[in-house]
């Protein structure tokens, strides 16, 4: 089937666009925070492997 011979999709439903309610979403900050928090966590983890490898390549 060619891209342009796509079967009509009138009958589903059309997906609702995600409004940011400030009562039950995350505040920006708080967001902010977990991604500082996730890229420190990275990090170390990356750290640590990088001296596994190197203490098991002088072994």
Do not use: C, E, I, Y
């Amino acid at each position: 089937m060619a891209a342009g011979n796509k079967p009509s999709q009138a009958g589903a439903p059309q997906k609702r666009r995600h409004k940011f309610n400030p009562k039950r979403d995350p505040k920006p900050q708080v967001l902010a925070q977990a991604n500082r928090t996730v890229l420190w966590m990275a990090s170390v983890v990356t750290a640590v492997f990088l001296v596994v490898v190197a203490v098991q390549a002088l072994w």
